[in-house]
């Protein structure tokens, strides 16, 4: 069973950045497609983007052009760049796999992006 850990949140301007880092307990080479969500408060879970093991990405139109994901299998995790933030960027951000697949959620990482 594979447990996710999120790191790398915090308090940003609007306009800043941050590196998001999602390390995996076990190998993740065999997740086809990993991905990132995002529960801002009062609101649904939602999917940001995924990336699959040959490295192909898809983004909801919000992360377009401004969050990038990668992951690197050797070392069994997934990153999210994410430039440009914006108050509406702001949310507990979690990693898993693309439908979601392992429960519990990992504890995710708080990202506060400030006006």
């Known amino acids: 069973q594979v447990q996710l850990v999120e790191s790398g949140g915090g308090l940003v301007q609007a306009g800043g950045s941050l590196r998001l880092s999602c390390a995996a307990s076990?190998?993740?080479?065999?997740?086809?497609?990993m991905g990132w969500y995002r529960q801002a408060p009062g609101k649904q879970r939602e999917l940001v983007a995924g990336i699959s093991s040959g490295g192909r990405t898809s983004y909801v139109d919000f992360a377009k052009g401004r969050f990038t994901i990668s992951r690197d299998n050797a070392k069994n995790t997934v990153y999210l760049q994410m430039n440009s933030l914006k108050p509406e960027d702001t949310a507990v951000y979690y990693c898993?796999?693309?439908?979601?697949?392992?429960?519990?959620w990992g504890q995710g990482t708080q990202v506060t992006v400030s006006s």
């Open positions: 076990g190998s993740i080479f065999s997740i086809n497609v």
């Open positions: 898993n796999s693309v439908p979601p697949r392992y429960d519990p």
